[in-house]
């Protein structure tokens, strides 16, 4: 049985014998049985002809991850010719890079979304939605555990599905995940990082389709330490080197598993953006990161989405190795803002500002009255006048019933006070609203 690895068409080198392609044999000039790469010239027809092939590692050279991290920039060179920085611009092509990193992320506007579902109804069916895409990973990642097939069917359905609730209102799926997070047995990270790299591309104004590539490969993000051992995953206190490099390794073994005997109906799920966004969601803009240390222009732009989406669900999460608390996520923003420009793309980090606003949903909350409430939705206009349930009186004693407030709706005397962390002042949102 051929061994058989998909690859991009940049990856390919002389020594490789593509096996197969992703399109029908018959549509090209390639001969049926496979060709071993032996020019140049083999490699420019396959680049001209094809997006990705297979190749079989038993009858040629061996991939390496690297090469998915190709990106094609040359066609923002039309735009930076009019922004290109003249006279004595200090580090000229700084600025080159910063534009075309803003240009990058700009042309992937394709259109605007508003809420078309209210808060209320929505909640139900995005706890709906995601637990069925959560159980949907958990089959997945059990699989590949007992050494089964890839089967990214499993999952599909759920990314849909919870796509289109992002889209119809993202506030909803957002307070569904805080509530999960606070249970630290049901709560699932690569869920967490979907919902947030799909609100991200919605706020971004990506077409549906572009975001439920973004929700899959934030789902599939961390899949290669499904390989890790479990001993390693669950360790409490920091990680020695060895164990960091071992950890570091989850980013290859994802992309093998991904790549190493693909079958058809995974291929039609998998698309470049996603196996970029899994090699590159560890590289940091300022060169500190992992796998290649890569710097911010050479980080895909899916990379550098799934980069900021997977650090503020990690923030916001409780983690094995951390003797530190998980953040509350206005102390997260804060924090992402204070990386702008050094670990993450400064443009990006005030866009998903935006997109989680600086209370999310889920959020508690005190206001200068005394008055505690959680964050139900934000206002994307006036996002310190946030929508909220008023769980505690003045008092901090709690309301027999929760009313709502929308600060867009009163007067300017009463504001946001601060963030809280989860369980503050002895409130259980688990036993309140789950």
Same mark, same amino acid.
């Given at each position: 049985?051929?061994?058989?690895?998909?690859?991009?068409?940049?990856?390919?080198?002389?020594?490789?014998?593509?096996?197969?392609?992703?399109?029908?044999?018959?549509?090209?000039?390639?001969?049926?049985?496979?060709?071993?790469?032996?020019?140049?010239?083999?490699?420019?027809?396959?680049?001209?002809?094809?997006?990705?092939?297979?190749?079989?590692?038993?009858?040629?050279?061996?991939?390496?991850?690297?090469?998915?991290?190709?990106?094609?920039?040359?066609?923002?060179?039309?735009?930076?010719?009019?922004?290109?920085?003249?006279?004595?611009?200090?580090?000229?092509?700084?600025?080159?890079?910063?534009?075309?990193?803003?240009?990058?992320?700009?042309?992937?506007?394709?259109?605007?979304?508003?809420?078309?579902?209210?808060?209320?109804?929505?909640?139900?069916?995005?706890?709906?939605?995601?637990?069925?895409?959560?159980?949907?990973?958990?089959?997945?990642?059990?699989?590949?555990?007992?050494?089964?097939?890839?089967?990214?069917?499993?999952?599909?359905?759920?990314?849909?599905?919870?796509?289109?609730?992002?889209?119809?209102?993202?506030?909803?799926?957002?307070?569904?995940?805080?509530?999960?997070?606070?249970?630290?047995?049901?709560?699932?990270?690569?869920?967490?990082?979907?919902?947030?790299?799909?609100?991200?591309?919605?706020?971004?104004?990506?077409?549906?389709?572009?975001?439920?590539?973004?929700?899959?490969?934030?789902?599939?993000?961390?899949?290669?330490?499904?390989?890790?051992?479990?001993?390693?995953?669950?360790?409490?206190? !920091?990680? +020695?080197?060895? *164990?960091?490099?071992?950890?570091?390794?989850? #980013?290859?073994?994802? %992309? /093998?598993? @991904?790549?190493?005997?693909?079958?058809?109906?995974?291929?039609?799920?998998?698309?470049?953006?996603?196996?970029?966004?899994?090699?590159?969601?560890?590289?940091?803009s300022d060169g500190s990161?992992?796998?290649?240390?890569?710097?911010?222009?050479n980080i895909p732009i899916?990379?550098?989405?799934?980069?900021?989406?997977?650090s503020y669900d990690a923030?916001?999460?409780?983690?094995?190795?951390?003797?530190?608390?998980?953040?509350?996520?206005?102390?997260?923003?804060?924090?992402?803002?204070?990386?702008?420009?050094?670990?993450?793309?400064?443009?990006?980090?005030?866009?998903?500002?935006?997109?989680?606003?600086?209370?999310? !949903?889920? +959020?508690?909350? *005190?206001?200068?009255?005394?008055?505690?409430? #959680?964050?139900?939705? %934000? /206002?994307? @206009?006036?996002?310190?006048?946030?929508?909220?349930?008023?769980?505690?009186?003045?008092?901090?004693?709690?309301?027999?019933?929760?009313?709502?407030?929308?600060?867009?709706?009163?007067?300017?005397?009463?504001?946001?006070?601060?963030?809280?962390?989860?369980?503050?002042?002895?409130?259980?949102?688990?036993?309140?609203?789950?």
């Open positions: 049985m051929k061994k058989e690895v998909l690859i991009s068409c940049d990856a390919l080198v002389i020594g490789m014998f593509v096996s197969r392609l992703d399109r029908p044999w018959n549509e090209t000039r390639f001969p049926f049985e496979g060709i071993l790469i032996s020019s140049p010239e083999d490699i420019e027809k396959f680049k001209q002809t094809c997006t990705f092939v297979y190749v079989d590692v038993e009858q040629g050279l061996q991939p390496q991850t690297g090469p998915w991290l190709k990106t094609d920039r040359s066609k923002f060179s039309t735009e930076i010719t009019k922004i290109r920085p003249v006279g004595k611009a200090k580090h000229p092509e700084l600025q080159v890079d910063r534009a075309i990193e803003r240009l990058e992320y700009e042309a992937l506007r394709k259109t605007t979304y508003e809420k078309s579902e209210a808060f209320t109804p929505e909640v139900k069916t995005a706890h709906h939605v995601s637990n069925g895409l959560a159980g949907g990973h958990v089959q997945l990642m059990h699989d590949l555990k007992y050494g089964r097939d890839l089967d990214l069917d499993v999952v599909q359905v759920g990314v849909s599905d919870m796509v289109d609730s992002v889209i119809r209102n993202p506030d909803a799926m957002i307070w569904v995940v805080q509530l999960k997070k606070l249970d630290e047995y049901s709560y699932s990270r690569a869920l967490g990082t979907s919902v947030w790299c799909a609100t991200f591309g919605r706020h971004l104004g990506l077409e549906k389709d572009t975001i439920e590539k973004l929700a899959l490969g934030g789902l599939l993000l961390d899949i290669g330490k499904s390989y890790l051992p479990v001993d390693l995953l669950r360790k409490k206190g !920091a990680l +020695s080197v060895d *164990e960091i490099q071992i950890m570091h390794s989850h #980013v290859e073994l994802g %992309i /093998n598993v @991904l790549t190493t005997g693909a079958n058809e109906s995974n291929i039609e799920k998998l698309n470049i953006n996603i196996l970029q966004m899994i090699t590159t969601h560890h590289e940091r990161g992992y796998p290649q240390r890569l710097i911010n222009q899916f990379g550098r989405i799934a980069g900021i989406s997977d923030m916001t999460s409780r983690r094995p190795y951390s003797d530190a608390g998980p953040l509350n996520p206005h102390e997260a923003i804060a924090d992402l803002y204070e990386l702008r420009d050094s670990k993450f793309q400064s443009e990006l980090v005030e866009q998903f500002i935006q997109t989680v606003g600086l209370y999310p !949903a889920g +959020s508690l909350v *005190e206001l200068n009255t005394g008055q505690i409430g #959680v964050v139900v939705e %934000i /206002n994307p @206009l006036r996002r310190l006048r946030p929508k909220l349930l008023l769980l505690l009186d003045e008092n901090k004693t709690q309301y027999k019933e929760f009313d709502h407030l929308d600060l867009s709706e009163t007067d300017e005397t009463t504001q946001l006070k601060r963030g809280l962390p989860p369980g503050a002042y002895g409130i259980d949102m688990r036993e309140l609203f789950l």
